[in-house]
């Protein structure tokens, strides 16, 4: 049993530092855009032409009588006439009657009655999936966790130390707060415990925790004098994070939420600002100077090559971050010789900062993944921004944002199609007959 475990010790360890494992780098978005400009008013049957899947049987022609251990599985699992009519017609039945609470479970009663298994790709890839679950849920628990709560702490206790050093600048006090209420209230919500260094922080971090408990759409004056609108309903608890025997996986995963959702804008995006929640060039410039700020508190708390490690093994679950992460402002920094962040109080270093930024690819989100309102002429691009562990780049998700409102051009105008459909994801990753179930939306929406 020993050598049982070690063997699989070893295995885990290898599959986490093979980087054959990790998701493809074969998708290119320019590509993807390309093809999209040149077959902007294809039609569903024009699609279905290209990517043809042939034609099906409209039924399964059932012989049961000639079917082997057909009796046994009628007898043990009692089926009635009813079922017994469905199989007959379909060739196949989905039943209420017989459901298990897992996979497993439904497995181990076939087992047990000695019936025959069909064993399906989806049985496979629940395997998959179950075990990448399982051994992430370890990963977070056993390193992530800990790790993050050591970085977070020595933030905090390096905060007093920024505020001394920039005491003769006032200019810079509002930026000193914003890291303060950032790294604050991520310890607040991983430790429930949080030491501010600005006492209008315990009440800010208050308020934000019950618009978090809300889960509700806000307007929120974060980090700036104008609001941004924050979708707290993204920082609802699920998955394994649910688990009651493991509290500390809930409160983590707010903190990561907050961490991956709460941007410091580097460019404002582009979309309707008649609601009144639209940035200054000032809070920009703010906002620009916090996240430099986060980068020499990094420095100064020693925490960059722990906080690297996570980022590393995120991007291995999960991805590349879709956002300005820290490497890329210590590439900006060194490429414009900004040597402090408190340079960035001259408007003027703030244009070159931008401009700089706009020449590279990792300013430009691209997955839309906060709430933006179209001006009804052009598409909306999102902010370029700074988050310390963003949200991930993934396939499926970029493919799901590009085939809903307002990502639709057909003939000018924009479509109103407001959700995708799951089978968008299984016609993007190459299941052509996906399409055909697809047939009406593909007509109505011209996607």
């Not at 042939?54 to 049961?64: C, E, K, V, Y």
Request: charged share 20%; proline share 3%.
């Amino acid at each position: 049993m020993k050598n049982l475990a070690l063997v699989f010790t070893m295995f885990t360890l290898s599959f986490l530092a093979c980087p054959t494992f990790s998701q493809s780098n074969t998708f290119s978005v320019e590509a993807y855009k390309q093809f999209l400009e040149t077959h902007q008013n294809m039609d569903g049957g024009e699609l279905m032409q290209m990517h043809d899947a042939g034609t099906f049987l409209n039924h399964i022609p059932a012989q049961t009588q000639n079917v082997l251990y057909m009796d046994s599985i009628a007898i043990k699992y009692e089926l009635t006439d009813y079922e017994k009519s469905l199989i007959e017609k379909n060739g196949f039945m989905v039943t209420e009657r017989l459901k298990t609470t897992t996979l497993g479970d439904a497995l181990r009663d076939i087992f047990y009655k000695d019936l025959p298994l069909f064993i399906s790709t989806d049985a496979i890839l629940h395997s998959l999936h179950f075990s990448y679950d399982k051994i992430l849920k370890d990963v977070e628990l056993g390193y992530i966790i800990p790790k993050l709560t050591d970085i977070l702490d020595k933030l905090q206790k390096q905060i007093p130390a920024l505020k001394t050093q920039y005491a003769t600048q006032p200019e810079m006090t509002k930026s000193i707060e914003d890291v303060d209420l950032y790294i604050g209230l991520t310890n607040l919500l991983l430790t429930d415990k949080s030491d501010f260094t600005f006492s209008k922080n315990v009440s800010k971090a208050d308020s934000l925790i019950e618009m978090i408990k809300s889960l509700g759409m806000e307007d929120v004056d974060l980090f700036s004098e104008h609001c941004r609108k924050y979708d707290f309903s993204q920082l609802k608890v699920r998955g394994h994070y649910t688990d009651e025997m493991q509290p500390k996986l809930g409160k983590y995963f707010q903190a990561m939420m907050w961490l991956g959702r709460t941007e410091f804008y580097l460019i404002p995006p582009r979309a309707d600002t008649s609601s009144g929640c639209s940035q200054t060039k000032y809070d920009i410039q703010r906002q620009i100077i916090d996240a430099l700020l986060l980068s020499k508190l990094m420095n100064f708390a020693g925490v960059q090559s722990s906080f690297d490690e996570i980022d590393g093994i995120i991007e291995f679950f999960v991805g590349k971050s879709d956002n300005v992460t820290l490497n890329n402002l210590v590439y900006l920094q060194d490429k414009l010789q900004i040597t402090d962040p408190s340079e960035l109080l001259d408007l003027s270093r703030v244009n070159d900062f931008q401009n700089e930024l706009k020449k590279n690819e990792f300013a430009y989100q691209r997955i839309l993944s906060q709430v933006l309102v179209n001006n009804g002429v052009d598409s909306i691009v999102p902010a370029s921004s700074f988050l310390l562990l963003g949200q991930r780049f993934i396939v499926d998700s970029y493919v799901f944002s590009q085939v809903v409102y307002d990502r639709i051009n057909y003939n000018g105008s924009f479509i109103r199609r407001m959700l995708p459909n799951s089978l968008d994801v299984l016609f993007a990753l190459g299941n052509n007959a996906s399409a055909q179930l697809l047939q009406n939306e593909l007509e109505q929406y011209h996607y």
